[in-house]
């Protein structure tokens, strides 16, 4: 057998939300914007830049809005932003934003613990955002986004079964992506082509990103899964910003950097500069000096065969 | 497409030789006894325990025979040791050692500084170590294993032709078995997939082992690949023990009890018990404690669902 997988692919860059979200370090707008406009001459063209969320919660990401309306001059730069619930989607709406993801745990414990919601509250909330949206005449894009889709640290085992029927139900009450994550770092390449599969078949092209965690040192294998099953976007965090908070110094999403040398090296085209990505790396580094960062690229460079392999050779 | 591989899959412990010969620690003979009995009672079967080489090179591994002796006492267990040359198979062949391991490398550059011989002296070797193992009549397996088979750090590029026509010279010359290495941590999962599909076309059942490096983080992603292609044995290192030269700090080897965490995770079945792998990690750790370990699992510990997923729920 000869690996089989598609040839092109999108790094959506989530280490602005995701990632800044779970460390102590509050970025200052600045930095942020610095950040995604080398990111952008990096040659990235997906980035979540926050999260629309009351800024008593989240106070690292309370300039969100403003960092939409700073995405939205890059030409041809498709802005991302989370909402928890409708008062968060009228945030995005406003912004202007390209697409907002409503993130739903499949895990009914998770659900409930973590975004004080049932899944189906959620699949409800989707609906009436899916109204606003359309009242409001946006353009912008509606992700329902399936977490804990391998398993979570509450109740242990999802059935697959739950978490297909609720993305279905997601697409039913009117998101036009969806989306599954394995938020704890449950997965592994094996449950990956399987979930993964069947979940493309149901959403074809509405099926939007993979998102993976490292937390076991899976992450890569995992994308590489989803890649055979036909999934072509997927979250990272520059330098594996972030981590798992049941797991202290463990890594979260998988390092971007990382990611496109992986897809680079296969000939997966994403559009991505590495050697701009790394010095981005190391300046983003510098101001999350007190923050443990991850990712394996950037302490061993690029391979001497790199550049021929992926005709991704760069300045 | 779902998924297919193997249901059962060996790890191969190389952290004794390959792990040990790369740090500063000298281990002491009764400690490595204590890491085997240990590594067998978690249940690993094939363990290289050694190299035989002059103790003036390597003095990590002097004790190589009796260590030999000490694995050939564990009923079951297939020790294996590295040898560069006729010398040293000659001590391998003495030892009773399961199977030797004969380094090639597919790179002319890389071999020449490293081994101190072509790949063709290397091959000659071979010929001259089965007439040697054959006169003797000695059951000990000789493996040639093919280094640098995805590029290398000091002539970049290898081509996968020359590759797998250096592995056929191996199985020519008298090898019973050969495996492919990447040395340096080159290989992606789509270059794995291609050249692993070869070598078993080629060699069959006389296809051995893969041995990856994880020092761009593709390990793990790497093994899953060329399990695809049909591969069940892999080299790994308890705690990723090692490192690469080139890249201070970079991990080597896939670290083996997160290896056997995918494959239990997957269902494929290795033998081994993870909470016991764990414990002897941590042993090993303390009497390292002044090298750089490498692994993940360690820190984030089996998922909730681990158990149910494999069957390997283990005291």
Redesign the interface.
Known sequence: ???R?PCSAVIREVGLRDGLQSIQTILPTEQKKAWIRAAYAAGQREIEVGSFVPARLLPQLADTAELVAFARELPGLFASVLVPNLRGAEGAIASGADLMIVPLSASHAHSVANLRKTPEEVVAEVARIRAARDAAGSKTLIEGGVGTA????LQ??VEPDEVLRLMQALLDAGADRVSLADT???A???????LF?RAMAIAGDRFWCGHFH?????G??N???AL??GVTRFDACLAGIGG?P??????GNV?SE?LA??LG???VDTGIDITRLLALREQVSGWLASETLH???W???L???YA??SGHATA
Not at 188 to 194: C, M, S
Not at 214 to 218: A, S
Not at 246 to 251: E, K, Q, R, V, Y
């Open positions: 057998m000869t690996a997988y391998f398993g979570c640290t242990g085992r704890v770092g449950y592994d390449p094996g449950l990956v082509a399987d599969t490292d937390t076991r040192g899976l890569l294998a994308v590489f899964a055979q099953a798992c049941h797991a202290p110094g463990a890594s390092a990382d040398y992986m090296s296969m000939g990712g394996t690229l302490r061993a460079g391979p001497k065969t021929a392999a």
